[in-house]
């Protein structure tokens, strides 16, 4: 069965950085896609950003110009770095995998933003 563990996760001031990982439990490059959503309290869970198997990325606007997708294929594992955050950004993100037959998801990572 796979499994996904997102690390990375923090509080932050407004304006930092974090990078968050989602490590998989076997190659990612048995994976579709692999993507990032995030869950603020009272508020349903959004896409925030999208990674193929050919490397293939795409962001939601929210986050363009700020957050970067990208993938180790060696380390199997996808990185989400989160840089100039905002308190709006304050969520719990969790990464999904499609394996084309099924969709598994991490358990989340903490997010705050604040001063």
């Known amino acids: 069965q796979v499994q996904l563990v997102e690390s990375g996760g923090g509080s932050v001031q407004p304006g930092g950085s974090l990078r968050l990982s989602c490590a998989a439990s076997?190659?990612?490059?048995?994976?579709?896609?692999m993507r990032w959503y995030r869950q603020a309290p009272g508020k349903q869970r959004e896409l925030v950003a999208v990674?193929?198997?050919?490397?293939?990325?795409d962001l939601a606007d929210f986050v363009k110009g700020r957050f970067t997708i990208s993938r180790d294929n060696g380390k199997n594992t996808v990185y989400l770095q989160m840089d100039s955050l905002k308190p709006e950004d304050t969520a719990v993100y969790y990464c999904?995998?499609?394996?084309?037959?099924?969709?598994?998801w991490g358990q989340g990572t903490q997010v705050t933003v604040s001063s």
């Open positions: 999904n995998a499609d394996t084309g037959t099924m969709i598994v």
């Open positions: 076997r190659s990612i490059l048995s994976f579709n896609v």
């Open positions: 990674i193929t198997t050919s490397g293939s990325t």
